[in-house]
DNA sequence: AGTATTTGTTAGATCGATCTAAAAAAAGTA
DNA sequence: TACTTTTTTTAGATCGATCTAACAAATACT
């Protein structure tokens, strides 16, 4: 269960300021004292004023800790990624934290690298510290019952980025992954490949599996084959793409393109291309998904599809932050269409031939 | 003051599952099953039992609000830096998180984007939050006095990355800027550079100055004059880069290298260099500072220098640790040195003649 | 002036845990 | 069996604020 362990523990020396002393300073009850500093209008000009230099002269801190457990409310608010190192993730937990920090709340973050056991801590975590709110990316396969426990306190939760299995009832911030990877396959099959391949990241992922969706939708639009050896999971990480490409390289009919799950398998993909003495964007086309900031700045720039992670995190902050006061209607969902964004790297010299 | 205005406070319905309940429930006492809940050693094996299968029965939630409130302890962690967007405080995070969650402790985060009233905010919120320590990096130009405060209330402070006026007091984990601008400056006299501009950042931060000092040091020993017209001070941002590389070129007798303040800075100036007709790498060199993950992959990649955020913040977290488990010994300074790496845009080709 | 209304202030209980110091139970010893 | 000593359990105060409901004081209304 939750063990408070002393180890992790510190304890402060010099005793606080209490909202007793600034009222006995001032010559006040605690309880008006408490209500200047909540900013009641019931309170007199003078008395304000009072206890206001009281508070100046004491040094006096509020303490949030003690209020928020006597008022049974909290401004804190839970932020679960998976992980702080893929840009797509610190984008978006820009745009959150902009925006929460705007209304006042303070945000407590916690990364899960797709362990469903950490989530769970995390979500326990945050229960134990009586967040408001949280806003999550659930892992790929993430049970709907841990979720629902911060339901039943009555907390809100705001998906995002990610769905999860028989999730409806929360609300959810996304991007049409179906569109999006429709538009990223239908761009290279008029870019005249047909072997294209669809690399990094794992089905168990909501994302991964409508970007598929719209893979195939846009080969069977096109009345072309899809050959499923040309689908190649591996972790969404730049090193995931460099192996992805490799193992699809030594395919007999290897692609002439590929499709990455995301920005940073891309990365890897160009990588691997370059370390196998292939030039992409010549040799070979390469797209994206996310364009997160630095593919504009890749060699060659990045053609990938604008998955507005800032603008994703900032709807859901806003969801949250209404759901917080009390706004209890039908859970939302917020679908961003992706846009394709074309740069050089799958734009092939057209003297090229396959 | 700290205005707790109701607006951003939400009210839970279903009431929590108290350790009385518990204690009920199991035909013990409050202050058994707080003592079972803490994993005391003096409680027998059956009444521990008990307890656990009624928390589980019921449950229950631990309430680390309550408990932090009467214990006068705290498991929290502020950390301030100055963006999220820049990959060096992501990376920076990344370190301090991981190594934070293995402690058990729950991260605060908090921006100040160089405001220092919002750095003086953020540190007012995590003192009413009883933080139990804080890792922060100050804002340019910070004084003393706020983050003093928190020295009165013992709350440990671990600066990293950039120094702060007078603050010997406190530990710091950074790098040697000095060093680094010497590396960089250096290596760009060594291809044959003369006239080399030294772009972005202000020298506002301690980094700048010091990044700057090396790059004088380095024009010093080889006998060589610092053209003070080269020096421009502009944001830490792309944009940043692109703008100071601009208002460069327009110099009557231009610069052929450039080192820029950051990594991101020098992706600015690539960019600018670009837009203004010339190829980094082969017209102009371009070095940069942090060696963050994109910087290999940019087009061409970059000369840098390491300056491992990741493995700073891990640092600086084990410290804090130490120092919030009672460690009083004398401010430690840690300076990591840093490391040049050198890539294609600093290397012009030999036919190129200054 | 006498009552009703509004405005400003407050005492005392409370949030859910931990602390202290002391009591009860169990084990050890003579 | 009686008396320590050790182990386990507990009552009651406490952390620092907010809540409730009631009480003064000031203002408004016949």
Redesign the interface.
């Known amino acids: 269960?939750?063990?408070?362990?002393?180890?992790?523990?510190?304890?402060?020396?010099?005793a606080?300021v209490t909202l007793e002393q600034v009222a006995n300073h001032a010559g006040v009850s605690r309880a008006t004292a408490s209500l200047v500093?909540?900013?009641s209008p019931h309170i007199s000009k003078e008395t304000r004023e009072k206890v206001?230099n009281s508070?100046k002269e004491l040094g006096?801190?509020?303490?949030?800790?003690?209020?928020?457990?006597r008022?049974?409310?909290?401004?804190?608010v839970g932020l679960i990624i998976t992980?702080?190192?893929n840009?797509f993730f610190?984008?978006l937990?820009?745009g959150v934290?902009e925006a929460l920090?705007k209304?006042?709340?303070?945000?407590?973050?916690?990364?899960t690298f797709d362990s469903p056991s950490k989530q769970d801590a995390l979500l326990?975590?945050m229960?134990?510290?009586?967040v408001?709110?949280v806003i999550m990316s659930p892992v790929p396969g993430c049970s709907v019952d841990m979720v629902e426990r911060l339901k039943?306190?009555?907390?809100?939760v705001v998906l995002v980025a990610r769905e999860m299995p028989s999730g409806e009832q929360f609300d959810y911030i996304g991007i049409d992954n179906v569109a999006g990877g429709r538009l990223v396959t239908e761009h290279l099959i008029q870019q005249g490949h047909r072997r294209i391949a669809f690399l990094g990241g794992f089905s168990g992922s909501s994302a991964w599996r409508d970007r598929k969706k719209g893979y195939c939708q846009a080969f069977h639009q096109a009345g072309l084959e899809i050959d499923e050896s040309l689908i190649i999971e591996a972790p969404a990480t730049?090193q995931g793409g460099i192996n992805a490409i490799k193992q699809a390289l030594q395919h007999p009919n290897p692609p002439t393109a590929a499709f990455g799950y995301n920005d940073i398998v891309a990365?890897g993909v160009?990588?691997g291309l370059k370390e196998a003495g292939m030039i992409p964007g010549r040799d070979f086309a390469v797209v994206g998904f996310d364009n997160i900031?630095?593919s504009s700045?890749?060699?060659?720039?990045l053609t990938t599809v604008s998955a507005f992670p800032q603008l994703i995190g900032t709807y859901a902050a806003d969801i949250l932050?209404q759901?917080?006061?009390?706004d209890a209607g039908e859970a939302k969902r917020l679908i961003l269409q992706p846009e394709l964004v074309v740069r050089e790297s799958s734009l092939l010299h057209s003297d090229h031939q396959f």
């Open positions: 269960m939750s063990q408070a362990g002393d180890d992790i523990m510190t304890r402060k020396k010099r606080r500093v909540r900013g206001l508070m006096y801190i509020y303490d949030r800790v003690a209020a928020n457990l008022s049974q409310r909290s401004s804190t992980e702080i190192g840009p610190s984008e937990l820009v934290h920090d209304e006042g709340y303070t945000v407590i973050l916690g990364t326990s975590t229960l134990e510290y009586r408001g709110g039943q306190w009555e907390i809100p730049r990365f160009m990588l900031q630095e700045m890749f060699n060659p720039p932050h759901r917080m006061n009390g």
